[in-house]
């Protein structure tokens, strides 16, 4: 049975992409919390991945990074400090975690790793100067990632639009807002995380086995369509 690394499976998209993949794979979650879920396939190591040494593994089938932020200021209230801590752990962790279990990814027929993004990368948005710098260079690390690794290592990121996670509860902390939400996007809905967890799931899977190098909007319309 292969295993998956999963960095920050205890909460939001992470958790869900580690149910997801339960039933088939060996899973390893690395994170500052414990999960809630329980289960004999999955091993869970309490760690920052910024400042703490990395857990060693054999063979990985699949690498996915998903701790992400979501810091919305004007840009006269972002310090230069904000900057650089949306850019460690958006960035810097995920260079670590890829550096640390290349050799382990190698082993695996058909390995891959996952990246997260977000739609602010391609969309103009107000208050996002900071996560969008740094997610951006998500972007520019899966293409050049996967231009290095072809053709042994699959390299590709998801970015999604508002997630109904906690990372994103104030942002539908009230029904006023939910609403809002879903009127801003041409298909009126936001994303559930589970959603998410599917594609990843078919991202990592050896169905994608040509697809490295792209960056899957999942946008419900907000970045594609003009209405």
């Not at 049975?1 to 999963?6: G, R, S």
């Not at 088939?24 to 809630?36: G, L």
Request: charge should be neutral; proline fraction near 5%.
């Amino acid at each position: 049975m292969d295993t998956v690394i999963v960095v920050g499976g205890s909460k939001g998209i992470g958790n869900a992409i580690v149910q997801s993949l339960l039933p088939n794979h060996k899973v390893i979650n690395i994170s500052r919390t414990a999960p809630e879920l329980t289960h004999e396939r999955l091993t869970h190591y309490n760690c920052d991945v910024l400042s703490d040494e990395l857990p060693q593994a054999d063979s990985v089938k699949a690498l996915v990074y998903c701790p992400g932020s979501i810091n919305l200021k004007p840009i006269n209230r972002l310090s230069t400090d904000d900057f650089r801590n949306d850019f460690e752990i958006n960035v810097v962790g995920a260079v670590k975690s890829i550096q640390h279990y290349l050799p382990a990814l190698k082993k695996a027929n058909n390995p891959s790793i996952l990246l997260f993004s977000t739609v602010a990368s391609k969309l103009g948005m107000p208050f996002h100067a900071s996560v969008a710098a740094s997610k951006s260079a998500v972007e520019g690390l899966t293409k050049s990632l996967g231009a290095e690794l072809a053709p042994t290592i699959r390299v590709n990121a998801i970015a999604p639009t508002v997630t109904d996670t906690g990372l994103a509860a104030k942002l539908l902390r009230n029904e006023k807002m939910v609403e809002n939400m879903k009127q801003r996007h041409p298909l009126k809905k936001y994303l559930d995380p589970q959603e998410v967890s599917e594609m990843a799931s078919f991202l990592i899977s050896d169905k994608a086995a040509s697809m490295s190098g792209q960056v899957f909007e999942m946008d419900c319309g907000i970045v594609s369509f003009k209405i």
